[in-house]
């Protein structure tokens, strides 16, 4: 499956089916349970330029060119 | 009028309220730009903030971990939260349209869990100046959405009032251009918006470089300042965090006080009446 991630595109050896849970975790971002990282607020993630809550990990379903951006704090001015 | 500011205001009750919100402090601070996410907290500790300011990007997993490590910024940075009563102001910095200031905003108030949002639309990548339209175009929307909105825009009176009557908590005009430190450019400009806007609140946001500037815009009757690079810039950023803050209180203390009108002509300020000698024909002195 071809997916755009944070505006880097990215060839992952699935098929279709891939939830947004398994893919943070595949990436790292979270463990085994996404809401031990998000709610502590440590990023938040945006499909297509639409923000998924927490609880929504498991069921969103990824497809072929989906835009993927996971943010992090950062400092500002 | 005695005094340039015509109001006496109570210097008792000098509380600062922004949408329905006391902030603790008129010295509001980046987070930005420091030597090490240690002395960022030393100098947050100093300033003791009103707001700092914070942003959100693209980041790695490992990106992500780095932040929240026990060394790293947002670690430390929630540490001087908790001890100093500053709230946390996330920026928009960065983007160029309103759609895209929207979204940031959003997920902003998602990471961060707070309404508050400092916009920042740039229209000018040389200058960093805000873009008016998408500027007033996404603080409507955000304004509509609960957000409390305090926009990063130019000195125009017009766009102030416009921002304003949209709904937007404050507004922030420039001093001088972000990261310049040239101070206030165009005091007329700013003196202007206080005198139409008396009951807007006002903040300098960005330009500043030295503690006196700062001063100056707290004397102008500007209600805070945001700042950052003349801070962690600095030698010693807490030393300067903590002059700034001595600047932003005694700005605030003179414009209570009543800051004399400036006057063409020269006036002795010691009595002339009683002097010895003077005048005296056939004197020597």
Redesign the interface.
């Known amino acids: 499956m071809r997916l755009m991630i944070?505006?880097e595109p990215c060839d992952l050896p699935v098929g279709a089916g891939l939830s947004l849970q398994q893919l943070l975790q595949q990436?790292?971002?979270v463990q085994t349970r996404p809401e031990d990282?998000a709610v502590?607020?440590?990023?938040?993630v945006?499909v297509n330029?639409q923000?998924v809550?927490v609880a929504l990990y498991a069921t969103t379903g990824l497809n072929e060119d989906d835009c993927i951006?996971?943010?992090?704090?950062?400092?500002?001015? | 009028m005695t005094t340039e500011n015509n109001v006496a205001p109570d210097a008792g009750a000098d509380v600062l309220q922004i949408a329905g919100e006391t902030i603790s402090s008129r010295l509001w601070l980046g987070s930005s730009l420091y030597p090490s996410p240690q002395v960022m907290g030393e100098a947050i500790a100093a300033a003791s903030p009103g707001f700092v300011t914070v942003s959100l990007r693209r980041q790695s997993a490992a990106q992500v971990q780095q932040q929240v490590s026990e060394h790293g910024h947002w670690h430390l940075l929630h540490q001087q939260l908790a001890s100093t009563g500053a709230k946390l102001l996330p920026n928009t910095a960065g983007c160029h349209s309103a759609r895209e200031a929207i979204l940031l905003a959003q997920m902003a108030r998602e990471l961060f869990a707070t309404d508050w949002i400092k916009l920042e639309v740039i229209g000018d990548d040389y200058s960093l100046q805000p873009h008016p339209l998408q500027l007033v175009e996404a603080a409507r929307e955000l304004v509509a959405q609960g957000f409390n909105v305090l926009p990063y825009c130019t000195d125009d009176l017009v766009l102030c009032q416009t921002l304003l009557e949209l709904g937007c908590a404050a507004v922030m005009p420039w001093g001088a251009p972000i990261g310049t430190g040239k101070g206030l450019l165009n005091p007329y400009q700013l003196k202007t918006l206080r005198a139409r806007l008396p009951q807007a609140v006002l903040v300098v946001d960005a330009g500043l470089g030295k503690p006196s500037q700062a001063m100056a815009a707290l004397e102008m009757g500007f209600d805070a300042v945001l700042l950052n690079t003349a801070v962690a810039r600095a030698h010693d950023p807490a030393a300067m965090a903590a002059a700034f803050k001595q600047a932003v209180d005694g700005g605030r203390a003179a414009y209570h006080a009543g800051l004399m009108c400036e006057r063409d002509q020269a006036s002795p300020s010691t009595p002339t009446l009683g002097l010895p000698f003077w005048h005296q024909s056939g004197g020597t002195v």
């Open positions: 944070n505006g990436l790292g971002y990282a502590r607020g440590n990023f938040i945006a330029q923000i809550s951006d996971i943010l992090g704090a950062m400092t500002g001015g």
